[in-house]
């Protein structure tokens, strides 16, 4: 059973405009998360994070809001940008270690300029 | 800046052959990850490693062994590989949790192997 869930394979943006990428999570254990990108033929890069007791966490162009009541969390691209096209990967810990991460199965963004 | 090296990015093997990866990390930490990326299953857990000699199955462990000698290189091993574990593999690495940034995995640039 999927506990970390990218219901979205794919998402076409336009430069310029926002990009929404969804995750939903089913473990409410689960107290950290973290966003990676990922370029073919290339290992994920990390991204932002959040922590559970944060609803909303900044870094220049992206944002991750996370829902705890609706167990769903997002990230916003903003403005979007041709170089941002890969796959995101949605993660989440899994244990009280904190150490072994969930991955979603990724959602791949392609930005046309 | 933390470094996530894996020995090969392409490797090609036969059937039955056995088959190390090798990952070294230069950041001292104390956790190591081996995943495998398939299109449309994302990233799975293969095993993991909290420290020297310490291991631990992750989601798919069946095929595979690993070794933990030193802290910073990990190893998977492939007993006798098979068509199926054809795939993209990454290692990752990350510090011992203390609910931060600390969490945060790096990954190296992955193997692709092809089993014939």
């Known amino acids: 059973d999927q506990q970390v869930k990218q219901n979205s394979p794919s998402l076409s943006v336009q430069e310029g405009r926002i990009s929404i990428l969804n995750c939903d999570y089913t473990?409410?254990?689960?107290?950290?998360f973290l966003w990676y990108k990922k370029y073919p033929a290339e290992g994920p890069t990390f991204l932002i994070s959040?922590?559970?007791?944060?609803d909303k966490n900044e870094d220049g162009r992206f944002t991750v809001f996370l829902n705890k009541s609706a167990k769903h969390l997002s990230l916003h691209i903003v403005p979007s940008q041709p170089g941002d096209s890969a796959v995101y990967f949605c993660a989440a810990i899994r244990n009280q270690a904190g150490t072994a991460l969930i991955f979603g199965k990724g959602t791949t963004l392609s930005v046309s300029s | 800046d933390v470094k996530v090296t894996q020995s090969s990015r392409y490797l090609v093997k036969r059937t039955g052959e056995k088959v190390f990866l090798e990952c070294v990390q230069d950041?001292?930490?104390?956790?190591m990850f081996w995943y495998r990326q398939d299109p449309g299953l994302g990233l799975r857990l293969i095993y993991f490693s909290y420290d020297v000699k310490m291991k631990e199955k992750g989601d798919i462990p069946e095929g595979y062994s690993v070794s933990r000698e030193k802290k910073e290189r990990f190893s998977l091993i492939l007993e006798s590989a098979s068509t199926n574990q054809t795939s993209m593999y990454l290692c990752?690495?990350?510090?011992?949790?203390?609910?931060?940034?600390?969490?945060?995995?790096?990954f190296g640039p992955g193997t692709r192997l092809t089993v014939l």
């Open positions: 950041m001292d930490h104390e956790n």
């Open positions: 959040i922590s559970s007791i944060k």
């Open positions: 473990n409410s254990m689960f107290d950290y």
């Open positions: 990752a690495s990350s510090g011992r949790f203390r609910g931060g940034p600390a969490d945060t995995q790096y």
